[in-house]
């Protein structure tokens, strides 16, 4: 299949309508549309070593989360790991392409994923679309009972797959809604309490973030690329639904820039 069959399958699935106003999502590198899809790698975030990993196994089209070419490039002189990425795909004849806010907003997108793996029911939106109540930010949903706030975290924990996370010093003992959003969703803390959810994770919230809300609801900070880890797995079932004898391999390469000790 072409290029353009690969980003036609994503974008029927997560219209770049979707995405947000400052965002840059869809293809980002890619000198024609008609080029023949020898293997797609799904990533995070593109690296160098994510377009080695590529070239390497024959792929030539990644399929990211973050978008490569966020902020505008004035110069491509190699510069900066972004100018020497894009140097890097271009020469080797990789296409990128970037599914951002446009699927963190989609229905089945980002949010779904995280409240899948939390074994969440009844799910909504948080943050709805204008006249359209299936896509926006955030999303909340109930767990099968209310669990004990401890007994919570461990499964936080165990699902993202973190040693540690950060949360408020909240005063309530039990968890039944649980409200969540992929990435930096500070933004919603507010939609969740209004929504009556015990519990607000996402991937960042900022330190000032945290006072205020003792009272309210706990706020569960796990880490930016831990919360769209599973991002790679709803990319996986849009194009293998679409071409199953598409080869398609998730990167090896561990681009979280964060380390814990």
């Not at 945290?210 to 009272?215: A, L, R, S, V």
Request: aromatic share 8%.
């Amino acid at each position: 299949m072409k290029l353009r069959d690969i980003t036609g399958a994503l974008e029927a699935f997560a219209p770049l309508s979707l995405q947000d106003g400052f965002d840059n999502a869809g293809l980002q590198i890619g000198l024609t549309e008609d080029v023949d899809t020898t293997g797609v790698l799904l990533c995070l975030d593109v690296t160098e070593a994510v377009v080695d990993e590529a070239i390497s196994k024959g792929c030539n089209v990644v399929v990211s989360h973050h978008p490569l070419l966020f902020h505008p490039c004035k110069s491509i002189t190699g510069a900066d790991y972004i100018q020497r990425t894009i140097m890097k795909a271009i020469r080797g004849g990789v296409a990128i392409y970037s599914a951002h806010t446009n699927l963190d907003n989609a229905h089945g997108g980002v949010n779904n994923k995280m409240a899948e793996k939390l074994g969440l029911a009844d799910t909504h939106v948080l943050q709805p679309k204008a006249g359209d109540t299936e896509t926006g930010a955030g999303l909340i949903g109930t767990l099968p009972s209310p669990i004990d706030k401890e007994v919570f975290i461990q499964q936080v924990k165990t699902t993202f797959h973190v040693d540690c996370l950060r949360s408020n010093r909240w005063t309530g003992k039990q968890v039944k809604r649980v409200a969540l959003c992929g990435g930096a969703g500070a933004f919603l803390i507010h939609d969740a309490i209004a929504a009556e959810a015990n519990v607000f994770i996402t991937g960042e919230i900022g330190y000032h973030r945290f006072f205020g809300y003792e009272n309210d609801i706990l706020l569960m900070e796990i880490g930016h690329y831990e919360s769209e880890q599973y991002t790679r797995e709803i990319t996986r079932q849009i194009l293998s639904a679409q071409f199953p004898q598409l080869r398609i391999i998730d990167t090896e390469t561990d681009t979280n820039p964060i380390c814990y000790y």
